[in-house]
């Protein structure tokens, strides 16, 4: 069975500063995508970055990167230069190929970043 | 172009009673998801239609949710009869192929979820 790990419930982060949300996963499959979203507390769930299992070099798009370490199977977050719109529920996900077109997701349990000014 | 949509966005009903929540996805994307997340606990699977077909509902929790997709358009999840410990936060996700050589992308793309609350 596939699981997901957010070992932090709740993070604080100075505005500007850069933090590190991390997540570790379990799987035996070989062919895997990991994804981190973005609730803010409007509610909506918001896809943020997607790395391949397959992918060589980690992911990044803008002021998000993910920090990808197969052997050590974790798919950390990090935000560089954290703005106060930040602030919201971070969720970590897998999607494992299945049979046929399974593609279901699994997800941590979350970590709430707060960011100060 | 518009997201997912879904409404409710909440729903308050007593035990026994009946609810349906609707989800309209992307326009084009062939796959539709369901996602519950009770309090406390991970957002979690409940099933997947491509087009109107149901791909995989391994996660409905029992027979008194019906996810329907007629025409492979918008979606419906219906309760009946509702419990206690069906509420918790529903959430519709949408997502169209993009073949790699490997490992298909399929990014998934969430509504706000419609919370309901049973009493």
């Known amino acids: 069975a596939q699981k997901i790990t957010q070992t932090q419930p709740g993070m604080f982060v100075q505005e500007k500063e850069a933090v590190t949300l991390d997540c570790t996963y379990d799987?035996?499959?070989?062919?895997?995508?990991l994804f981190w979203y973005k609730q803010p507390s409007s509610g909506e769930m918001i896809f943020l970055i997607y790395?391949?299992?397959?992918?060589?070099q980690n992911a990044t798009e803008g002021r998000y990167s993910l920090n990808f370490q197969k052997a050590r199977k974790s798919a950390n977050l990090v935000i560089s230069a954290s703005q106060l719109g930040d602030s919201a529920m971070y969720f970590c996900?897998?999607?494992?190929?299945?049979?046929?077109?399974?593609?279901?997701?699994?997800f941590g349990k979350g970590t709430l970043l707060t960011v100060n000014p | 172009e518009a997201g997912v949509t879904q409404f409710p966005s909440h729903s308050v009903i007593e035990k026994g009673q009946t609810v349906t929540l609707r989800c309209d996805p992307i326009?084009?994307?062939?796959?539709l998801y369901w996602y519950r997340r009770v309090m406390g606990k991970e957002i979690k699977f409940l099933l997947h239609?491509?087009?109107?077909?149901?791909?995989?509902e391994s996660g409905m929790p029992n027979n008194r949710f019906l996810a329907e997709r007629t025409g492979g358009t918008y979606s419906t999840l219906k309760v009946q009869p509702a419990e206690l410990e069906d509420s918790g936060v529903y959430f519709c996700?949408?997502?169209?192929?993009?073949?790699?050589?490997?490992?298909?992308?399929?990014?998934?793309?969430f509504g706000a979820g419609t919370r309901l609350s049973v009493l």
């Open positions: 996700a949408s997502s169209q192929d993009i073949a790699l050589p490997v490992e298909p992308k399929n990014i998934q793309y």
């Open positions: 799987t035996s499959d070989q062919s895997y995508g």
């Open positions: 790395q391949g299992s397959y992918d060589e």
């Open positions: 996900a897998m999607r494992v190929r299945g049979g046929g077109s399974n593609y279901k997701l699994t």
């Open positions: 326009s084009g994307h062939d796959n």
């Open positions: 239609f491509v087009k109107e077909s149901k791909q995989d």
